[in-house]
């Protein structure tokens, strides 16, 4: 591959998808979920080819191939690093489980160690990625309650905190190497996946109620607005550090399940307890039901400050588009 070819400056508020069309490709680590099927047809719908890593094979669909790697430790996967234009890193074990002193490790280890691992890879490559855009999350700010949380805003506490700054910590631990971005991502609104068709499956089953007091904040995005903020994020030769990967307007639980539930034309359903959902997330869902009781009000505040304007900012509007 000739790696010598001219490259035009980028600039960083121009439309993503022309700022970068001669990448050769970009690798998706983790990519075979939600968001990785949802970005690579992204990539791939503006001309570009896409490798996802992922610990399951799988035959190439078009300009998408799957190469298999462990998430933890370098292996012939790494060659598809040198070369490539950006690494995008979605791996980590799902946090809708029971906080297990196991499952806490494999939470933690699950991204720490393919954040080494693809870190390491990079210092193999002969002509190494420029840069690195790395999942993070929101739940990094704790449980604030209503306050409005930037990217300057202090850390929370607790076992999700622990998580994401050790995710963090590691991500940005390596000194020099390619430029890093974190996406501290929100509550991703797509089709075909993620925690937007469990909620709409239940509105639609007439048990859509708010759950506990319905005051906690739920900071919302459109898959197509999170994909061009990964698309910006590697175009943008500016752009460094964390950055909060959620829409401008956050909405209260209560909120939201009403405007679902307005959107699946179903009637108005009652609160569930706060007992009840740690009953039902326990026992029925099998997940930890801070899930659903803590919330986050996030804004995109340095997106915004850099130029970025995302275009699914109504819910309602979003809302129908996905779902009707």
Not at 6 to 17: Q, S, T, V
Not at 58 to 83: F, M, N, Q, S, Y
Not at 253 to 261: G, I, K, P, Q, V
């Amino acid at each position: 591959m000739n790696t010598d070819r001219p490259r035009r400056p980028l600039n960083p508020l121009e439309d993503p998808a022309r700022a970068f069309q001669q990448t050769p490709r970009i690798v998706i680590a983790g990519g075979a979920g939600f968001l990785g099927r949802a970005l690579a047809q992204n990539l791939v719908q503006q001309g570009r080819e896409v490798v996802i890593l992922s610990r399951r094979p799988a035959p190439a669909r078009g300009p998408i191939r799957t190469v298999v790697w462990d998430g933890k430790t370098v292996g012939e996967w790494a060659r598809e690093l040198d070369g490539a234009e950006a690494v995008v890193n979605l791996t980590g074990r799902s946090v809708a489980c029971i906080y297990t002193p196991e499952n806490k490790r494999e939470i933690i280890s699950s991204r720490v160690d393919s954040v080494r691992a693809i870190a390491a890879a990079c210092q193999r490559c002969a002509v190494p990625p420029p840069v690195i855009v790395q999942a993070a999350s929101l739940a990094i700010y704790g449980d604030p309650g209503d306050r409005i949380c930037d990217e300057q805003s202090p850390h929370g506490t607790g076992f999700s905190v622990d998580v994401c700054e050790a995710w963090e910590g590691a991500f940005f631990a390596e000194p020099g190497g390619p430029r890093r971005v974190a996406l501290r991502i929100g509550f991703v609104l797509g089709r075909d996946g993620g925690a937007l068709e469990q909620l709409a499956k239940l509105v639609r089953w007439y048990v859509g109620g708010a759950a506990g007091n319905g005051r906690q904040y739920i900071s919302w995005v459109h898959i197509d607005d999170f994909c061009t903020m990964v698309c910006w994020s590697i175009a943008n030769p500016a752009a460094q550090g964390a950055y909060n990967a959620t829409g401008p307007n956050p909405a209260t639980n209560a909120e939201f399940m009403r405007l679902l539930r307005k959107t699946l034309q179903r009637p108005w359903s009652p609160p569930t307890p706060a007992w009840a959902v740690k009953l039902g997330a326990r026992f029925i869902m099998g997940a930890d039901a801070s899930l659903a009781l803590t919330g986050r009000r996030c804004v995109p505040k340095k997106f915004t400050d850099e130029g970025f304007q995302a275009r699914h900012t109504d819910l309602a509007v979003a809302f129908w588009e996905l779902l009707r």
